[in-house]
């Protein structure tokens, strides 16, 4: 089984975020419950993504969500500095970016080149000159709160992480146009069904209807499946269970807990439909995949 890394041993309930500078060396694999954004300072090394191995240099952005699993391979003659930002998906709450009119901010969630093509973009984030100062400034200035803690620190550490989710937006829509050259029109759909997918995710444990995702993404309720539809072939819900089934693939094999357990975990309070929807999609019921892991 791959470690999975616990919230706990790093940040509060009430404030789920964590921040830290370090000499990244070579890490097995592992997964955890937790958002984790990094900043590659300086160096190189290998960043092994769900099995896969990909060189990252000083200038790298890229974000491992709950649920996935990755590692580093680093050199004896070579050394890696990092910033690790880590936060629970709470720490921002959809109604704070509603009231702020950036939820397109949340494309911060396809800024790293390790998910399958045709949900993520399959390029990396890499920043240079003003770009990379003005990330790094950012991720320095949180580091300095947490480490301060003064009157105050905890709000200006979330203003700060939704200042840095809004450029690395910004960043990775011009990188997206220059690259593909698409129509304003055709960006805006591919944004808005990207925002849905990644919306779901991240809170796929939830309780999700249409209506909430109409209002939080202001497209109606049609609009949304014929999105999901046009980008992914399968409507919200498909594609909603489709996530959650691959993440009670991962507690199956990474944990211990019971079938009826993992199913309310990934959001269904029904194990008999769980058990159906995951022979439907895996082709053999949660006990026999597991056994087969």
């Not at 700060?160 to 055709?186: A, D, G, K």
């Not at 819900?237 to 357990?261: G, P, W, Y």
């Amino acid at each position: 089984m791959k470690d999975i890394l616990s919230s706990n041993g790093y940040m509060k309930v009430e404030f789920p975020f964590w921040i830290t500078r370090t000499v990244q060396g070579s890490i097995r694999e592992h997964g955890h419950e937790f958002v984790e954004l990094v900043y590659v300072v300086r160096g190189k090394g290998m960043h092994v993504f769900e099995g896969t191995h990909y060189e990252v240099h000083a200038g790298d952005v890229f974000i491992i969500n709950p649920g996935e699993t990755h590692a580093y391979e680093v050199e004896k003659d070579e050394q890696m500095e990092i910033i690790n930002c880590l936060f629970m998906p709470s720490f921002i709450p959809d109604a704070l970016l509603a009231e702020l009119e950036i939820t397109g901010s949340m494309d911060y969630f396809y800024v790293h080149p390790f998910l399958k093509q045709e949900v993520r973009f399959n390029h990396r984030l890499n920043l240079h000159g003003q770009d990379a100062a003005h990330v790094l400034l950012l991720l320095e200035n949180m580091i300095r709160e947490m480490n301060g803690r003064s009157i105050g620190h905890t709000t200006l550490i979330r203003l700060q992480l939704i200042e840095l989710l809004v450029l690395l937006s910004r960043y990775y829509t011009l990188m997206h146009q220059q690259r593909v050259h698409p129509s304003p029109r055709q960006m805006e759909r591919e944004m808005t069904v990207k925002r849905i997918y990644g919306y779901l995710e991240r809170n796929y444990e939830k309780q999700i209807t249409l209506q909430s995702l109409s209002s939080l993404f202001n497209v109606s309720i049609r609009q949304l499946n014929r999105l999901m539809q046009e980008e992914y072939n399968r409507s919200v819900f498909e594609a909603l269970h489709e996530v959650r089934i691959e993440r009670a693939k991962h507690l199956l094999l990474d944990t211990d807990e019971k079938v009826i357990v993992i199913a309310t975990m990934v959001g269904y309070e029904d194990q008999s439909f769980f058990n159906r929807l995951f022979l439907r999609h895996v082709g053999c019921s949660p006990s026999q995949y597991r056994a087969s892991g």
